[in-house]
């Protein structure tokens, strides 16, 4: 046994890739350990390296620069004791899942004789019982993702990556497997001693990992290592996860200022509330989307205008929300996306709405607002009475389009809910049932 249980180091990793006279840092000092026990998540957007880390820390590429040690050894050649499972899984159609499954044992170089049991254990072990003569046309999407990891199992990993394994499954069928997952996992019942899961999920590295590593790109690089210290099995609703949903968020925003300062505070309370721009989140996503387009991610600001053909002034309320909400910082006449900003704008429509719920419930005028329906019967509240209560905070021109702001905001990001006939505002289902 090696030092301190270090499974996998990557020690001074640069990857180079040159394009005619282009050169192009992928990844640049990259350092890394794994050690026993340890489940890592990977974030970052795409473009940051990821799966070229993926690809040299199993040995399928070699780096520019550094060094690959594996319990202590420098790796040479294919890591024999890694697996990656991939986003989808390639099962071999005009075999049945049994057969799928015994191909991997066969691989490995299992008898014949005993691949049968070993397979149907396999099966059973990632809950498929039953299915083992079936053929892959007949599972759903998330049937074949456990016949991926069943596959991934038959090998023995002692290390397995995971390559946004969860992505492409519809998001019963994800939650399921990723609690699966981490069954076999935390009881122990799977030969692997460490995992390493690329995602673009934050709430899904929290809910699973012990330590997130973030990245960013330009070049691609780590900007933070945050160890998770919430026992499992976790629970998305407590208060402690989303505390650490948010930390890791203010991660990827590159948040440095203290966010009392920045946000302003709560109505009702000492100081001033902070107004939100009047912007709508289609206008937002094509400005990030934009900027994400871009060389380097950034734009000179006075340059947005005449690029979008928007007037100056929803220019600077724009540029206002992607700051607020840390989807960019702002320099000298400069808009840059933050490693935040960047997510979003890659994101599915269901990702870019949890990102925005958890960028907005730090703001003071929605905390308040959220806090209000909670304490209210039924949680519901009608227009007239919050308008009133903000008639303490804005001078009476401007309430209305804080109030519009508030319920457009709310409702993309599926906080709040606003019922036009009755005129009445009210918490969405999760966030009531939450209690
Ligand atoms: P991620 O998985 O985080 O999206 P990748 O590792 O796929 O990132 O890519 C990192 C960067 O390196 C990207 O800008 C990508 O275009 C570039 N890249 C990846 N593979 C190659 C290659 N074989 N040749 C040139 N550039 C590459």
Known sequence: MNENGKLLELQHIQQIYTSGTRRFTALQDINLTLKEGEFVALLGPS??????????????QKPSEGRVLYRGEELRGVNPYATIVFQTFALFPWLTVLENVELALKARGVPAEERTARA???IDRVGLDGFENAFPRELSGGMRQ???F???????????????????????SAESLRNELMELWISGS???????MVSHNIEEAVLMADRVVVMDKDPGRVIADMKIDLAYPRQRQTDGFRAVVDQVY???????????????????????????????????????EYLSEKAGDQDDIFRLSEELKIDSDMVLSLVETAELLGFATVEKGDIRLTALGET??????LARKEIFATRIRRLPLVRWLLDMLQRAGKHEMDWDLVKAALEQEFPPDDVEAQLD?????????????YDDQSEKLYLENALADAE
Do not use: H, N
């Open 250 to 288: 203010a991660l990827l925003a590159g948040q440095t200022q203290e966010e009392a300062l920045e946000l302003g505070s709560m109505p009702g309370e000492p100081g001033r509330t902070r107004a939100l721009p009047a912007v709508s989140i289609a206008d937002l996503s094509g400005l990030l």
């Open 47 to 60: 473009g940051c390296g990821k799966s070229t880390l993926l690809r040299i820390l199993t040995g399928l």
């Open 190 to 196: 799977i030969p692997t001693r460490a995992i390493l």
């Open 146 to 148: 456990k016949v991926g």
């Open 405 to 417: 702001v508030l319920i457009d905001w709310g409702r993309y990001a599926e906080l709040i809910a």
């Open 344 to 349: 979003f704008a890659e994101a599915s429509i």
């Open 150 to 172: 069943a596959r991934a199992m038959a090998v023995e990993p002692e290390l397995l990556c995971l390559d946004e394994p969860f992505s492409a499954l519809d998001v019963l």
């Open 120 to 122: 149907t254990d396999l």
